[in-house]
């Protein structure tokens, strides 16, 4: 048996039109999600050395960055300040 590998099976499933609308729904929230790691990245922190900046558990930035929890704007400000940033909202 032929194993797939995760890119071929996402390009599969993104062939059919009721798969592509609901990932193109989600794609704010996955470019969310780039945004929050990729400040962490650019800081050079560890998860477990963001949460410790953030007063929290290394299990709370992760599901942060899985886009597992609901954050608030107090939250995400903590998060962007331990990783050394500032978040500003903007709308369009």
């Known amino acids: 048996m032929k194993m797939t590998s995760l890119s071929d099976f996402k390009k599969e499933l993104l062939q059919q039109d009721d798969f592509k609308n609901e990932y193109d729904a989600l794609e704010e929230e996955f470019q969310f999600i780039r945004v929050l790691i990729d400040m962490r990245e650019k800081s050079g922190l560890t998860q477990e050395e963001i949460a410790k900046k953030m007063g929290t ?36």
């Open 57 to 92: 558990q290394k299990s709370n930035i992760s599901r942060l960055e899985k886009g597992t929890s609901n954050p608030g704007w107090k939250t995400l400000k903590k998060y962007a300040h331990a990783c050394g940033f500032k978040i500003q909202l903007q709308y369009s």
